[in-house]
């Protein structure tokens, strides 16, 4: 089947807190709005709904979401920070921040908590996964090629961003859409092969 625009796990016209209000225990919310205000004075971007996949790896329906899900808090750091030592100062500030909050937690790891992923660029992400997994915090990739291997001169592989700690990738952003001219047919095909080697699709 084809993933649509209109599908949360492409879809650049869904807000951050839009989607937050349609995910998160209303318990929860002021914790989490506190979280997104850390997110922001960091200058980390929001990113897309996250669709969680089952043990199987098929998609879950927007009815086993709205049961199951877990609120998630993700930044996409698009082409920021400038250099590695910033990108790792970036990092530790904003564990630190969230260091003194409660229900932040890895996936599954307990009901209620909220997951905070951060998406870096390709070059950061193992030390930036280093300093910040002991929080907790999740790593994504910001987009990989729907291919395994092969002559894709500056192309990633899902394989070689989950060999590097990720477990999330973008799948869909708008800028990958009006800038790099993403098809909904590419799309598609990233998020079939992202589902099947990583299994959270962003």
Known sequence: S????????????????FLLAQSIPSFSIQRTMKLSLALATLAVGGASAFSVNNQYGALRTSTQLNAVRQPIMAGNW???????SDALNLAIGFCALVDSMEDTCAVDESEGCTEVVLFPPFPFISKVKDIVQEKG?????QQVYYEDKGAFTGSVAASMVKSVGCEYVLCGHSERRTLFSDSDVNINAKVKKVSFVIRRVG
């Open 78 to 84: 698009k082409m920021n920070p400038a250099t590695e």
């Open 137 to 141: 915090i999740t790593v994504g990739a």
């Open 2 to 17: 084809t993933c649509h625009r209109s599908c949360a796990c492409c879809s650049s016209r869904w807000s951050l807190p």
